[in-house]
T-cell receptor
Framework: GENVEQHPSTLSVQEGDSAVIKCTYSDSASNYFPWYKQELGKGPQLIIDIRSNVGEKKDQRIAVTLNKTAKHFSLHITETQPEDSAVYFCAASIPNAGNMLTFGGGTRLMVKP | KAGVTQTPRYLIKTRGQQVTLSCSPISGHRSVSWYQQTPGQGLQFLFEYFSETQRNKGNFPGRFSGRQFSNSRSEMNVSTLELGDSALYLC?????????????FGDGTRLSIL
């Protein structure tokens, strides 16, 4: 089955700096890659996603890149703010598996004011 | 538009009991998936329901079951509870059941087994 690895497990940055979180996946058939932000006491919130026919997608300060050949995708957050502090999860899904998502282990991002 | 609603938010049970958790999807969403989140295993897929039918199942024992009603609301049941079942149980809904549909999560039910 699909396996998703996520690095780093913790990331500390100064406010205003950029943060990058990387994920690799094992199943070359994977075609959908969402990113979620989870704050304490809340469920994961979808912040951006990318499909396999696209190499990059941006939404304000957040961007995701996908390299299908290398089977990895990354989340980029620019101009970080304290409210970006949370745990971030990457995930992947494969065709013919419905909505089943395989998640990475998570990255705890801390933005220091 | 209301988000995914899960009830109850917290539950405390003892070993051997059973429990039922409820999930109301976003209006218009017909697919509901359930996940278990623990510090050790992370987020793991339990099962997915669409049109009252289980479409996919993760690698969990038969003590974990679910169902979906005609209004797309879903319940999951865990029987003969074990200490290791302590976790945050999350429900996610999406419009359909294809693999590239955005899924939106509720805030979960935190289940503690004593």
């Amino acid at each position: 089955g699909e396996n998703v690895e996520q690095h780093p497990s913790t990331l500390s940055v100064q406010e205003g700096d950029s943060a990058v979180i990387k994920c690799t996946y094992s199943d070359s058939a994977s075609n959908y890659f969402p990113w979620y932000k989870q704050e304490l006491g809340k469920g994961p919130q979808l912040i951006i996603d990318i499909r396999s026919n696209v190499g990059e997608k941006k939404d304000q300060r957040i961007a995701v890149t996908l390299n299908k050949t290398a089977k990895h995708f990354s989340l980029h957050i620019t101009e970080t703010q304290p409210e970006d502090s949370a745990v971030y999860f990457c995930a992947a899904s494969i065709p013919n598996a419905g909505n089943m998502l395989t998640f990475g282990g998570g990255t705890r991002l801390m933005v220091k004011p | 538009k209301a988000g995914v609603t899960q009830t109850p938010r917290y539950l405390i049970k003892t070993r051997g009991q059973q429990v039922t958790l409820s999930c109301s999807p976003i209006s218009g969403h017909r697919s509901v998936s359930w996940y278990q989140q623990t510090p050790g295993q992370g987020l793991q897929f339990l099962f997915e329901y669409f049109s009252e039918t289980q479409r996919n199942k993760g690698n969990f024992p038969g003590r974990f079951s679910g169902r979906q009603f005609s209004n797309s609301r879903s319940e999951m049941n865990v029987s003969t509870l074990e200490l290791g079942d302590s976790a945050l149980y999350l429900c996610a809904s999406s419009l359909g059941t294809s693999s590239n549909q955005p899924q939106h999560f509720g805030d979960g039910t935190r289940l503690s087994i004593l």
